[in-house]
């Protein structure tokens, strides 16, 4: 799913209407059993409770494509008979209403989500009727033609409120407050089956993980039984790691800006697709040898993809290049607009080596204007 996607339906489970069929839910405490269940039309509940859930339905579908937001295939064994995507699916079009289906969805997650403290899994059936589009891009609600029938569970931290003081109106006096446990925001969550193209894709998952850095490898193979996607910051490892195996002597300042600069090219030449860029093995040779390796090196660089990454993989541009160019040594840290890494190079001064970064109007030193040394 693209931005668009993601964002038409967050619009549609967060609106004034009946979105939203039935909601269903259990309270799991740190031993992980069950304390308490809850099944229910979801317009049943008070308007603060629909305020408060369609709250936590927007925050399960946020975040980053690419980083919080993971469109993950189905295997084809797991669409059988008795696979993940099989059981997805009767859940589904069971409306949430088979209570031995939810008991076992629920057993699933317990046994797979690693978490040491309170939680609350949340899950929902709503459909969708799905709008047409002109050719101009124009919404026509008026020419709906399919229908999108799906589920959202997200998996909310349940913590106790902060201690404190509160005023006591009854009392005329500020005494100590009640502490309540509370339902935060969705650390982990999915949207089930995927919503590519504007139509419902039984073969894909939407997975949503707060911390882009700790997918949940083991709540990923439980739901989806598949691999765990590669993470953001695992993507940037391999990235450098490619870099350093290839250039080896020549990874000098010139060629990191100039990979750099060549991927930010890219992601700028496609800004107007909310799909996220996405670099192939033969997209990345082709960054590198604009920045000048060496052939020799290519062999390298073969090796060293199939060997990190995997032959058939591809990495998000947008997670292995930083909207902030940085130079860091043991002592000083230099942040340069990307658009203005010209203005920094390197040279051997007095035999040592140096950066040297050109300033044609102002500099500031903690906030105060000092003045530039004339020639």
Known sequence: MNKKEILEIRKHLTKQDGAVGRICGCYVNHEKEIVCELKQAFLSLSEEEIFKYRDIFKHGLSGTVGKNLLDIEFPLNQESEGG???????????????????????KTIIDNFDYPENYYIILIYSSYDIPGKTSDGFVNFD?????YNHILCCICPVKLSKPGLSYDSTANAFIERDRDWIVESPIKGFLFPAFNDRSTDIHSILYYSKD??????????????????????????????????????????????????TINDIIEENKENPDPVKLSKEDIRHVFEEAEVAEENIESFETAFSNTAGEKAELQASNITETKFSITTPDVVIKVNPARTDLVETRIIDGRQCLVIAVDDHIQVNGIDVKTIKS
Do not use: M
């Open 143 to 147: 020419s709906s033609e399919d229908v």
């Open 212 to 261: 882009a850095a700790n997918l949940g490898d083991t709540l990923i193979d439980s739901v989806v039984g598949s691999g765990t996607p590669l993470s953001c910051p695992d993507q940037k490892t391999i990235f450098n790691t490619l870099i350093s195996e290839t250039f080896t002597e020549s990874c000098d300042y010139e060629t990191i800006r100039s990979i750099h600069e």
């Open 84 to 106: 993940t995507q099989d059981f997805l699916l009767k859940l589904r079009n069971s409306e949430l209403a088979d209570d031995e289906l939810l008991k076992r969805f629920y």
